[in-house]
């Protein structure tokens, strides 16, 4: 593993630059669609993409509205939550990302928000405000608290919502009401105007540790720990193992890595650099035991 020179960006010194790089580099994030409502019926509908699910006893997210750097005052889904203390939080998908940025625009107090952007407005089960019924996933808030960071244009308001209703579309769950996370085509955002999109070609799965122990990147072999072919991603699979296996060489017949002892049988550098190679390609494609073997030949 080889690390690059960095450049360091301090708060106070940089100012502006800090406070643009930092969306870039704290990213995706997930968007909050929210819809609120005030005490006089007048419906809100904004994104915020300072959003994550923080707590799965009780169900609690957060989202933090920014008070407008213009003028310094709350936004109207701040407003609305200190009058009725409720939120329905849409998840965004592709099919809906660009309506849900223009109802971003910053409309007077009272213009319907559903209307402007073109959502349609349902009912919710346990709160006041309407949920976006176009919407893949939409959650039903009672908000706990509201925590304001500085009383200044720019500052985080952090809106802690305990979340006491979810709607799914039927179609993403199975018959056992496990989600499809490909079929869900989530977006999320980035810096500037970059957004991405989660398909099923960019997804892929990281096994979780051991419930017991894995014996940990220190604990590997000299020569595979130190490998300048194995990237920190492999040998964190490698790793993530209760004990070293025992070399099986039954195991390993396939024609790529018979030609390679055979090869190089004469440079034990060489042969080691090829197998490690052949062992990285089979990490990649998820074939952690007969990578193992690949190594253990050497």
């Not at 990237?231 to 193992?241: H, K, R, S």
């Not at 055979?262 to 090829?274: A, F, G, H, I, S």
Request: net charge negative; aromatic share 6%.
């Amino acid at each position: 593993m080889q690390f690059n020179d960095t450049k360091t960006f301090d708060q106070k010194t940089h100012g502006s630059t800090f406070d643009t790089l930092i969306k870039y580099a704290v990213a995706p994030r997930p968007i909050c669609f929210a819809s609120t409502i005030d005490k006089a019926g007048n419906v809100n509908l904004s994104p915020f993409s300072y959003f994550n699910f923080m707590s799965t006893t009780p169900p609690i997210c957060v989202f933090s509205p920014l008070t407008r750097m213009r003028d310094g005052k709350d936004k109207h889904t701040l407003e609305n939550i200190r009058e009725v203390p409720e939120v329905v939080i849409n998840i965004v998908n592709y099919d809906m990302v660009q309506q849900t940025s223009l109802s971003s625009t910053e409309y007077p107090k009272g213009v319907d928000e559903f209307e402007k952007s073109g959502f349609s407005a349902t009912p919710s089960k346990h709160i006041r405000p309407p949920r976006v019924a176009e919407s893949p996933v939409q959650l039903e808030c009672k908000v706990r608290d509201v925590i304001t960071f500085a009383e200044a244009g720019g500052s985080g308001n952090l809106v802690i919502a305990e979340v006491v209703a979810m709607h799914i579309k039927s179609h993403l769950l199975d018959e056992d009401d496990h989600i499809d996370q490909a079929g869900l085509d989530l977006v999320a955002r980035l810096g500037g105007n970059w957004y991405c999109r989660v398909t099923a070609d960019n997804l892929f799965e990281v096994p979780k540790p051991l419930r017991k122990m894995g014996i940990g990147v220190d604990q590997l072999p000299e020569d595979i720990r130190n490998s300048a072919i194995l990237t920190g991603n492999q040998l964190g699979l490698l790793a993530n193992i209760e004990a070293l296996p025992e070399k099986d060489d039954s195991i390993v017949h396939d024609e790529h890595t018979l030609s390679l002892l055979t090869m190089w049988k004469d440079d034990p550098v060489q042969l080691r650099n090829e197998l490690q190679r052949h062992a990285a390609k089979l990490l990649d494609e998820g074939d952690i035991d007969l990578a193992w073997q690949v190594l253990l030949l050497h």
